[in-house]
C-alpha cells in the first residue's frame, strides 16, 4: 500500500509518503494563495494522478480539547471532496503539536531558522503519516 501524508495550511500544504507503509518520508510543500484552498486542490490532484496513493492521510487540528474549530471543519471538508474528486479513500489524522513537535526537532539538530521556514510543513506532514502508520501496527 501507497500513502500520503498532507499538513494543510492556509498557504501551503506539507506532503509526505510512504511506500512501505512503515516509515514516513518528506516530500514536499506545495504553495498556493492565502486561503486559495481550490488551487492547492488542484495541484494535489495532479500529484496524486502521479504517485497513485492508495490511501491519504489528512491532518486533522482539533482543539486543545478535542473539538472541531473552523480550522478542523476546513480540513473535513477538505478532505471528503479530496476522496470525492479523487475516489482514494481519505482519512483524518489528530495533528495537534504536530507542527510544533517538528520545530522542536529541527531546532535541536541546529537547522537555521531559513532552512527550517521551508521544511515545517513536510515534517509535520511526516509526523502526521508516522502517527497514522504506527496506530495501523497498534491494531
Known sequence: MKYIGLDLGSVTCGISKSDTGKIAQPVKTMRFKPDDYNACFDMLLDYFEVEKPDVIVLGLPLLENGDV?????????FGEELEKESGIKVVMQDERCTTKDSLEFLISIDMSRKKRKKIIDQQ????????????LKNK
Open 124 to 135: 509535520a506532514a511526516v509526523r502526521i503519516l508516522q502517527y497514522y502508520l504506527d496506530g
Open 69 to 77: 474549530g473552523p480550522r478542523a471543519q476546513l480540513c473535513l471538508d
